[in-house]
C-alpha cells in the first residue's frame, strides 16, 4: 500500500510507502505537505516484501500454523471421544455379564434348596 496523490504532470507519486492501521480502523501515514491522498494498492513489488521492511511469508506462517492448531484440537478431540465410547461400552458390558449372572445365581440357589 502506498499513500499518493497526483502530482503536477498527472502522475500518481507515492509519498508515504509505510501505511498503518490504528485502533479506530483509519489507515495512516506521513506527509510533508497538504493535499488530496489516494491510498493505492499494489505497489510495483513482487508481494513478498514492502518497503517498511515487513513481509507477507510471516502471514503465510501465521495461517499455517493456525491451520495446524485447529486441526490438533480436532484431533485431541476425537481421541477423546474414542477413549470415552471404549470406556462407555466396556462398562455397559460388564454391568451387562452381572445381569446376566444373576438369574443363573437364582436357578442355582433354588436347586440348592
Excluded at 502506498?2 to 492501521?21: A, H, K, Q, R, T
Excluded at 477413549?83 to 436347586?111: A, S
Aim: glycine letters at 8%; charged letters at 20%; proline letters at 1%.
Amino acid at each position: 500500500m502506498c499513500l499518493g496523490f497526483i502530482n503536477e504532470n498527472n502522475e500518481w507519486e507515492c509519498v508515504d510507502e509505510c501505511i498503518e492501521l490504528n485502533e479506530d480502523g483509519q489507515y495512516c501515514g506521513e506527509t510533508d505537505h497538504f493535499t488530496s491522498f489516494a491510498m493505492l494498492l499494489n505497489t510495483s513489488n513482487d508481494g513478498n516484501s514492502n518497503e517498511c521492511g515487513s513481509s507477507n511469508n510471516g502471514v503465510t506462517w501465521i495461517t499455517y500454523l493456525s491451520i495446524a492448531s485447529v486441526g490438533l484440537a480436532l484431533l485431541i478431540i476425537l481421541i477423546a471421544l474414542l477413549v470415552g465410547e471404549i470406556l462407555f461400552r466396556r462398562k455397559l458390558k460388564k454391568k451387562n455379564d452381572e445381569l446376566q449372572r444373576v438369574p443363573d445365581k437364582t436357578q442355582q440357589t433354588m436347586q440348592d434348596t
